[in-house]
């Protein structure tokens, strides 16, 4: 005898197409909550920097906007524009002296077999972990002794330390990628060493280089820490002066949000150049 049909089962819930859909919602609601969260103090700084006196205090979103306060900073007392010259002339002898050697250091040890060469790298590396605090009575006392308190050499001297490192660290990933076989055809056409690293190899990891250029820049830019113990008046970088806008009524916050904004527009052109090589920079040497 034939068994009764069993009744179709009975769907609850929504649908699959339904929960995909809330699914994607949830994530566009999450991604704007973030972008929000993360933008929110950029846009006041950069409304506020537009804003007067009495304006900055209130939340109005529609107001006069003026260029008073970028004429403000770079005048007296203030005198924003002689702060820039000293940290784009830091900054850049950073970079100007992390990159040569890093790519040297790098591409000698990625290339060149030697005793000690592991543990010299690991010594590298383990400098990126030391606190800056740790170091930072060391290179005061010595700097004292030398003369070179507030003065450009001294933050360009510390910024090296932790630039340098890293420099090394990147440019050895892009090395080790790169085939031997390359150099190796190289040296058949006739070049020695330094022309092919000039003219074969440098060309082919410019990713890293500039990925690392543009890290020891930055660092150097915005770097705090140091510059704040380390300079006195003479050699004031950007991040240090701008602590020292204030007035009668305290810190000028509009003054501030402009000068927040000169620190913030070399990065951004910056980055707006290299780009396209930053996520291949970072993906190459992280790996390797």
């Not at 649908?15 to 969260?37: H, Y």
């Not at 030697?114 to 740790?134: C, N, S």
Request: hydrophobic fraction near 55%; glycine fraction near 6%; include cysteine.
């Amino acid at each position: 005898m034939r068994s009764p049909a069993l009744p179709a089962p009975v769907r609850t819930g929504p649908s699959p197409l339904v929960r995909k859909r809330f699914a994607q919602g949830g994530e566009i609601v999450a991604t704007l909550i973030v972008i929000v969260f993360v933008m929110f103090p950029l846009v006041w700084m950069i409304l506020a920097a537009f804003k007067n006196e009495i304006d900055v205090y209130s939340t109005r979103l529609f107001f006069k906007p003026t260029l008073d306060n970028f004429r403000a900073i770079f005048a007296a007392p203030t005198l924003l524009g002689s702060h820039t010259w000293i940290s784009a002339l830091v900054s850049f002898l950073t970079v100007a002296i992390t990159i040569p050697l890093g790519a040297a250091a790098s591409y000698v040890i990625s290339r060149h077999r030697f005793r000690g060469r592991d543990t010299l790298f690991l010594i590298i590396l383990i400098t990126q972990f030391v606190p800056a605090v740790v170091v930072a009575i060391p290179f005061f006392n010595l700097f004292r002794t030398l003369g070179l308190i507030d003065t450009p050499i001294a933050l360009v001297i510390v910024y090296l330390s932790f630039t340098l490192p890293y420099a090394i660290w990147m440019l050895r990933g892009f090395f080790d990628s790169l085939p031997v076989e390359v150099e190796e055809a190289a040296f058949i056409d006739g070049c020695n060493e330094l022309q092919t690293l000039r003219y074969v190899t440098l060309p082919l990891v410019m990713p890293g280089l500039l990925v690392a250029a543009v890290f020891a820049f930055i660092s150097a830019w915005n770097e705090y820490f140091f510059a704040l113990i380390l300079t006195k008046s003479d050699s004031l970088t950007l991040p240090i002066a701008i602590q020292t806008i204030s007035g009668p009524r305290g810190p000028m916050w509009e003054q501030v949000s402009a000068a927040g904004i000169v620190v913030m527009v070399p990065i951004l052109v910056m980055s707006l150049f290299i780009r396209k090589y930053f996520v291949e920079g970072i993906t190459v040497g992280a790996v390797k």
